[in-house]
C-alpha cells in the first residue's frame, strides 16, 4: 500500500498526430482511444490502478521475462522481506551466492524454460564448488522457493514452480558431494584452556553460556534491562532472537553459578550491553600496566603509544563474529584445537539430555521440535553400554 500511495502516475495526455488519449507506463505507451472520450478516460482509470497496484509494473507477458529479471525483483523482495532490527539479516548474502550461480548458468534464459534439469544443473554447480550436501539442499530449496514467489506475483505460470518441486533433495551416500562433520561439544578441558587466553569479559561470556545454553548472538546482546531478577533462576528475555519472526518467546534461565558470573557486569545503566568490548580493552591494558617490569621512568608511559586516530575501536558491544574470533584466536594461542561458541551450546545439551532427558533439553534451547533438539544433545552411549551390560 505504502508504494502505491509514494508512486505518481504519468498524465492522460493527447497524441497530437494520431488525435488519440495516451499515457506512458514503463517507458511504453498505451493508446487508450479518442482523446477526451469517456471509455479512454475509463480505460486510463483501470490501467493505473493496475500499475499502482503491481507497485509501478504492469503485468508481463510469461513468455518473455527471463530469469535475469525473475532474480532481480525477488532480491529487491528479500531486502525488504528479510530484515530484522532495520537491518537485512544474513538470509540475503545467502540468497546473493545461489543467484550468482543461476544467473551465471541461465540468466539470459526465459524463465519459463527453467525446469527441473535446469535446476539439477545449478546443483551441480554448487557441488562442484565444494559445497556440502546439507548446504546445498538448502540452497536449492532456496531456489524452488524464488519461483514459487514469481508464480504468486503472476511473472511465471503456476507449471514452472510446480514441476520444480519433483526435483528431491541429496541423499546421504547416493551423492558426490562432501559431508560435513557434525557440529560436537566441545570438551571442558579445551574451554578451560582457551579461558585462560581470553580476556577476562570474553571469558566470562563462555563460562556463561556453557551455564545456560544460550545462542552466541543472545550472549553478546545481552543487557541489564532484559533479565528478570525476581526470583532464585534468573529470565532473561532477549531483544531479539532466532525465532521472533514465528511469533515464539524467549527465555533463558540462569541458575545460581550463572548468576554469580554476571552479577559483577550488572552495575551500569541498564540499556547499555552486559559485555562491552571497550571494558574488555581497559581491562588488558590496566592488567599490563599492573604486570609492567620496566620502570615508571623508563620507556613508554601509559598511554603514550597509542594511535591518535587509530582505524579500529572498540564497539560497545560484541557480536556474533568478534567474539567467535576471540575465542579461535586465544584457543590457537592455548595450543588447542580451534572451535567456535556454538559448540557450547551442544555441551550444554549433552550435559542436560543426561540429567533431565531430551524434553528438558528442549525447553532450554527454545526448541519447538524434539527432532531440532536431537542434532544439540549427544545420545549417552555410557547409557546404552550399561544397559548392555545388565540386560546382555
Not at 550436501?133 to 506475483?153: G, L
Not at 551416500?173 to 566441545?186: F, N, Q, S
Not at 574488555?280 to 591518535?308: D, E, F, I, M
Not at 579500529?312 to 579461535?328: L, S, W
Request: hydrophobic share 40%.
Amino acid at each position: 500500500m505504502s508504494n502505491a500511495v509514494s508512486l505518481r502516475p504519468p498524465k492522460y495526455r493527447r497524441h497530437k498526430a494520431k488525435g488519440l488519449a495516451v499515457v506512458t507506463l514503463n517507458g511504453r505507451d498505451h493508446y487508450l482511444g479518442k482523446h477526451g472520450s469517456a471509455a479512454s478516460r475509463e480505460a486510463y482509470r483501470r490501467l493505473i490502478a493496475q500499475w499502482l497496484l503491481a507497485g509501478g509494473k504492469l503485468a508481463v507477458d510469461h513468455s518473455q521475462i527471463s530469469v535475469a529479471e525473475v532474480l532481480v525483483d525477488y532480491l529487491r523482495f528479500a531486502n525488504g522481506y528479510y530484515v530484522k532490527n532495520g537491518k537485512p539479516t544474513n538470509e540475503v548474502q545467502t540468497l546473493k551466492r545461489v543467484m550468482a550461480i543461476i544467473k551465471e548458468l541461465y540468466g539470459r534464459e526465459l524463465a519459463v524454460n527453467f525446469g527441473p534439469l535446469a535446476l539439477k544443473a545449478v546443483r551441480q554447480r554448487m557441488i562442484e564448488r565444494g559445497w556440502c550436501r546439507n548446504q546445498v539442499n538448502k540452497q536449492t530449496d532456496r531456489v524452488k522457493r524464488i519461483f514459487k514467489w514469481a508464480v504468486s506475483e503472476e511473472l511465471i505460470p503456476g507449471g514452472v514452480y510446480e514441476s520444480l518441486r519433483t526435483v528431491t533433495g541429496l541423499r546421504k551416500g547416493r551423492t558426490a558431494a562432501i559431508e560435513r562433520a557434525p557440529v560436537l561439544p566441545v570438551d571442558d578441558a579445551t574451554v578451560s584452556a582457551t579461558i585462560e587466553k581470553l580476556s577476562s569479559v570474553v571469558g566470562d561470556m563462555v563460562l556463561l553460556q556453557r551455564l545456560c545454553g544460550a545462542r552466541p548472538g543472545e550472549i553478546c546482546a545481552m543487557r541489564p534491562r532484559d533479565i528478570n531478577r525476581a526470583g532464585e533462576v534468573w529470565e532473561y528475555i532477549p531483544q531479539s532472537h532466532k525465532a521472533e519472526h514465528h511469533d515464539r518467546v524467549r527465555i533463558i534461565f540462569i541458575g545460581p553459578r550463572g548468576r554469580k558470573i554476571l552479577l559483577p557486569y550488572l552495575a551500569r545503566p541498564s540499556g547499555s550491553y552486559c559485555f562491552s568490548p571497550m571494558e574488555a580493552v581497559q581491562r588488558t591494558r590496566a592488567c599490563r600496566a599492573a604486570t609492567r617490569k620496566t620502570p615508571l621512568s623508563c620507556g613508554n608511559r601509559a598511554g603514550t603509544n597509542r594511535r591518535y586516530k587509530p582505524k579500529r575501536v572498540p564497539r560497545e558491544k560484541y557480536d556474533v563474529v568478534t567474539y567467535g574470533r576471540a575465542i579461535r584466536r586465544a584457543a590457537v594461542a592455548a595450543g588447542v584445537r580451534a572451535w567456535s561458541p556454538q559448540r557450547l551450546r551442544h555441551s550444554f545439551a549433552t550435559d542436560v539430555r543426561k540429567t533431565h532427558g531430551l524434553e528438558g533439553v528442549q525447553v532450554c534451547l527454545g526448541h519447538s521440535r524434539a527432532d531440532v533438539t536431537q542434532t544439540y544433545a549427544q545420545r549417552d552411549f555410557a547409557l546404552a553400554a550399561r544397559v548392555a551390560a545388565d540386560v546382555g
